[in-house]
């Protein structure tokens, strides 16, 4: 039942493909809901690093305190329980209590919702008027009284396999006869296309700095961006997506790469330090994560000191051997795997 509550908030916007060996590892890190709820949320962020959408790991966090404060370390039994947590929506409480406990309630995702659609609706027009409400009311009176969960699972999966967005195998569906979108004759459209924002492109930049006793790591409570050339914007979005999460001093650049660099020169002068190695241009990656469209460049360098004697503030040192066991946001982590990989090898 625990595995099965992990697996639903692992594969929300994530692809099986890619939750199966997290999912292992992550049961191997926290094997119970009380190992859960012990642990600090960095090693649970740690854990969850490279899946994306981070909220879910915080809320997964938080639902299992819950469970350990208010339901005495035992999981809900029922999918009223599942809808009281944190981070637990109508589809995945219904697909917790009709898979791991057999109880006859609808999971409805987005597949479900197409799958439903074509069923009752004729034309594109028809599915426009259907509510959310309207699909729940079906999908609950259609639910198996005696396999709830393998109900569940073959409608998702028959959306998933065969009653896809673009190009539906109507003549390999067990529904074919009994749908009114195949009728007539333009499934595709059904249900509409909903208007999507749109991506919002930037430009990142990430400093891997060495420095006398590691690497300059920002502080979580420090701006996460440290260049004054950076909008309040870009500050908010790159917190707000990683909190909780450590990084590389972070900043905005222009599209010349020479810009990053001048940028990253200028910060540590103007602190009043030196750099024993002047700041490189380490490479470029893309980066996708919501409906941001990134790139980052990197900055690679070591400075030989600190100016009056202290690490300025908003950074710290960090071991490479300790960063290891850092929450590092995955920007932060490809800009050191880039930087390192491009690195002189006499030096």
């Known amino acids: ?26 049961l191997r890190c ?11 949320e960095a090693e649970v962020l740690n854990a969850w690093s490279g899946l994306g959408y981070y909220r879910r790991a915080r809320q997964l966090h938080a ?13 809900p039994v029922d999918e009223a329980g599942w809808s009281a947590l944190p981070g637990i929506g109508a589809y995945t409480a219904g697909a917790i209590a009709s898979i791991g406990l057999g109880e006859t309630v609808p999971a409805v995702d987005t597949n479900v919702v197409r799958v439903l659609s074509r069923l009752v609706c004729h034309t594109a027009n028809e599915a426009a008027s259907l509510t959310s409400a309207s699909v729940r009311i079906l999908a609950t009176a259609l639910v198996d009284l005696q396999r709830p969960g ?3 699972q073959a409608l998702m999966d028959l959306g998933a396999g065969v009653c896809t967005t673009a190009v539906p195998e109507c003549s390999a569906c067990p529904l074919a006869g009994q749908c009114r979108a195949e009728a007539g004759g333009e499934p595709e459209t059904i249900p509409p296309a909903r208007s999507r924002p749109r991506p919002i492109k930037g ?56 810009d990053a660099v001048d940028n990253w020169t200028q910060w540590w002068l103007r602190l009043g330090g030196a750099w024993s190695e002047p700041p490189r241009d380490a ?16 900055v690679a360098g070591s400075v030989c000191g600190w100016p009056g004697g202290a690490v300025p503030e908003g950074v710290v040192v960090v071991s490479e051997a300790e960063l290891k066991d850092l929450p590092l946001n995955t920007p932060s982590l490809r800009a050191f795997e880039l930087a390192i990989g491009n690195q002189d090898p006499n030096q």
Request: a neutral charge; glycine letters at 8%; hydrophobic letters at 45%.
């Open 1 to 26: 039942m625990y595995g099965t509550w992990i697996s639903e908030i692992m594969l929300q916007q994530t692809t099986v493909a890619a939750v199966v060996p997290r999912w292992h590892e992550f």
């Open 30 to 40: 926290f094997p119970d809901v009380g190992s859960l709820a012990a642990a600090e």
């Open 283 to 298: 490479g470029m990656f893309r980066h996708a994560i919501t409906r941001y469209r990134l790139q980052a460049r990197v």
């Open 203 to 258: 430009h990142w930049s990430l400093l891997v700095a060495r420095a006398p006793g590691g690497l300059l790591v920002a502080l979580p409570q420090a701006p996460p961006a440290l260049l004054e050339n950076t909008g309040e914007e870009l500050r908010h979005d790159y917190g707000s997506l990683y909190r909780g999460y450590r990084s590389l001093p972070f900043g905005a650049w222009s599209a010349e790469p020479g």
């Open 63 to 75: 639902a299992a305190k819950t469970i350990v404060i208010t339901l005495d370390g035992r999981l």
């Open 150 to 152: 393998d109900w569940n």
